[in-house]
């Protein structure tokens, strides 16, 4: 049966009186301070489970370019720069191999929410059929692996290494680098690519230190301890252990089947529902993938992607996901009203519709696929569907159908304490042997605190006296005082949050055409001028802003966990014309070679 045609009709002011108070159940004084840092408040808990640490020299040299991450930021500048001859290139990387966040994140069932097809970069370029529409974590971990072996990034790479400071030498015009196993080297050119979730966090819950039994953050899950593999097989020592996870967030729901179906029983510790959809994953046919694959198939689809998103007006919807279906629902709505009635009021209340029919839909699945009712009903969501990461999962409410199952909802309240035992929630205490920490990663800190080091441009100042309370950049890449740095992530550029690799792989095309320019032009420094870096950021600042996660949404990273970002909201936005506006604005700007608004010296 079509689920639309048994949908009861929205009101709309009940709805939001419904989501406006459950938001408010969930409003606490002490915002992201409520959490605290894995890696440096709980160093136990931190060490690298899965590689172990190769004792090495430290490195003096001097290198082309440096870039410090080794997720898909660094494997695709890299892969750039080599096709385009730069061949001393160097990864400096935290963990012990390629991959960034799949490096870390192998929890069962760990899984791309975005298709492969779209998300996987460089596909053309490593010739690798995805084997499914949503790739799983070992697919694509391996296929970061294949970028680094094919493009020789392995050669000069540092792994299990952190930068502790990065300087400007204003004589020499490089980079010096130091890191915290000993290495002073320099660099011509430095890129930055740590990545927005790279710093695991924890709940801040009074006791936490006291649990005597096993826990685990889900980005450092310890198969020795559960045993199976991030293939997926069975995790068969849990099979006499009483686990608990914390957090419902998109790890958990992902993570939770496995947990579900291994564990002698699982407490599933819930403060906020996430909105969980159909996922349809299904295998990649090889001769459909031949018939798609022909030369520049891969940049068509990421712009037919942006284009069914919102972006633009794509004719046809190839990737077909979650992402492309709220796109397209709001596009409807929108085009359904009279071209003389509409304005900046409608267009938003038609928004509004198209978003609470899709999270109905969602709701009425949590209550058809639950068969206990009232967990049913504490598993439905009830706030505006980009108020929080959508998830997608054809196992996760089935999971609870279980048994051995239990979900402890909290009621927006959240875990009270950890006892020696095992878990306080609602006032119950729940013996457990093991933890399972699926609560995320820091998001709303200043970048220079996550990444660990402050760049020192010229002058000695730091990239965070140089921004102070708002983000400059041009194009979201350069920084007035910095020159030879490249900042590869989306703010300021195409923000185009759906599909990260998609900035990733358009800013490693402009890096390669500004250090080629300047090789060929034998400048020894390039750099955005004060100027043009203004003029951006005014640009940027004239549009309506990201308004992910605002102030009637319910707390979480999206929203500085209820706090906002005030003024700041203007500066972490995109273009304002959206991302298709931006690649359109930045290919021309590659396109015309003159490099508008950077100084070569
Ligand atoms: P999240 O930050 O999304 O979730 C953390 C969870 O912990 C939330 O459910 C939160 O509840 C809960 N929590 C925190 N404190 C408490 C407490 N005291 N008591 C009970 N619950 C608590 O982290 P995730 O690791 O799930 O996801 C992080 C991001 O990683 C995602 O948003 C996504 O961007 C990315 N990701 C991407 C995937 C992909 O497919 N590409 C897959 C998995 C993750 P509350 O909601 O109330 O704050």
């Known amino acids: 049966m079509n689920a639309a045609a048994t949908m009861p009709a929205i009101d709309r002011e009940a709805l939001r009186r419904k989501y406006a108070e459950e938001r408010d159940k969930r409003l606490r004084a002490d915002g992201s301070a409520q959490y605290r840092r894995l890696e440096s408040e709980f160093a136990d808990l931190a060490t690298d489970p899965y590689t172990p640490v190769t004792p090495r020299d430290p490195v003096t040299d001097h290198v082309t370019f440096a870039f410090i991450g080794g997720g898909f930021a660094g494997l695709v500048v890299g892969a750039r720069l080599k096709a385009a001859g730069i061949d001393d290139y160097r990864i400096v990387e935290k963990g012990g191999d390629f991959g960034g966040t799949w490096y870390w994140n192998r929890y069962p069932g760990a899984q791309c929410d975005t298709a492969s097809m779209i998300y996987m970069p460089l596909l053309e370029e490593t010739g690798h059929m995805p084997s499914e529409k949503y790739a799983h974590a070992p697919e694509i971990r391996e296929h970061c692996s294949r970028i680094g072996r094919q493009f020789g990034l392995y050669e ?175 596009r409807k709505e929108i085009l359904a009203l009279p071209m003389d009635q509409r304005n900046p009021k409608t267009v938003l209340a038609a928004y509004e519709d198209a978003d609470h029919a899709k999270m109905e839909e969602i709701r009425q699945r949590a209550e058809r696929i639950v068969e206990d009712p009232e967990a049913g009903q504490k598993l439905k969501a009830w706030y505006r569907q ?165 102030d009637a949404c319910t707390p979480g990273y999206y929203n500085n966990e209820g706090q906002g970002f005030a003024d700041r909201t203007r500066f972490f936005a995109g273009h304002p014309m959206g991302a298709l506006a931006y690649f359109a604005h930045i290919d021309a700007w590659r396109k015309s070679g003159e490099f508008k608004g950077l100084a070569f010296g």
């Open 156 to 330: 000069k790479a540092l792994f299990h290494t952190q930068v502790t400071a990065l300087e400007w030498d204003e004589g020499a015009n490089v980079w010096r680098i130091e890191t915290d196993r000993g290495d002073s080297f320099t660099a011509k050119y430095v890129g930055l690519g740590t990545g927005p979730l790279h710093v695991a966090k924890l709940p801040g819950l009074p006791g936490i230190e006291t649990f005597k039994g096993k826990s685990f953050h889900t980005s450092r899950w310890d198969y020795a301890y559960t045993g199976g593999d991030p293939e997926g097989a069975p995790m068969d020592r849990l099979a006499d252990k009483r686990v608990a996870i914390i957090g419902t967030g998109a790890t958990a729901v992902q993570c939770v089947p496995h947990l579900a179906r291994d564990a002698k029983e699982l407490f599933v510790f819930q403060r906020t529902p996430s909105s969980v959809d159909e996922r349809n994953n299904i295998p990649i046919d090889p001769e459909w993938f031949a018939d798609v694959a022909k030369p520049g198939w891969q940049k068509a689809w990421l712009e037919n992607f942006v284009g069914n998103l919102g972006g633009g007006f794509a004719s046809e919807d190839w990737v077909q996901d979650g992402w492309t279906d709220l796109g397209k629902r709001i």
């Open 386 to 550: 980009l108020c929080k990461r959508p998830c997608f999962h054809d196992e996760y409410l089935q999971a609870f159908n279980e048994p051995g199952v239990t979900l402890v909802d909290t009621d927006g309240k959240g875990v009270e304490r950890i006892t020696e035992r095992g878990v306080v929630a609602n006032g119950v205490e729940y013996p457990v042997d093991c933890i399972v920490y699926a609560s995320g990663f820091e998001v709303g800190s200043a970048y220079t605190e996550r990444a660990g080091f402050d760049a020192r441009g010229r002058g000695g100042v730091t990239l965070s006296e140089h921004w102070g309370d708002t983000m400059r950049t041009l194009h979201g890449l350069h920084i007035h005082g910095f020159p030879n740095l490249f900042m590869v992530q989306p703010t300021q550029a195409a923000n185009l949050i759906a599909n990260v690799p998609h900035n990733i792989v358009d800013h490693a095309d402009t890096i390669t055409a500004v250090v080629s320019e300047a090789e060929a032009r034998g400048a020894a420094t390039v750099e955005t001028t004060a100027e043009a870096e203004s003029a951006w950021v005014d640009l940027i600042a004239s549009g309506p802003g990201m308004n992910l996660g605002g």
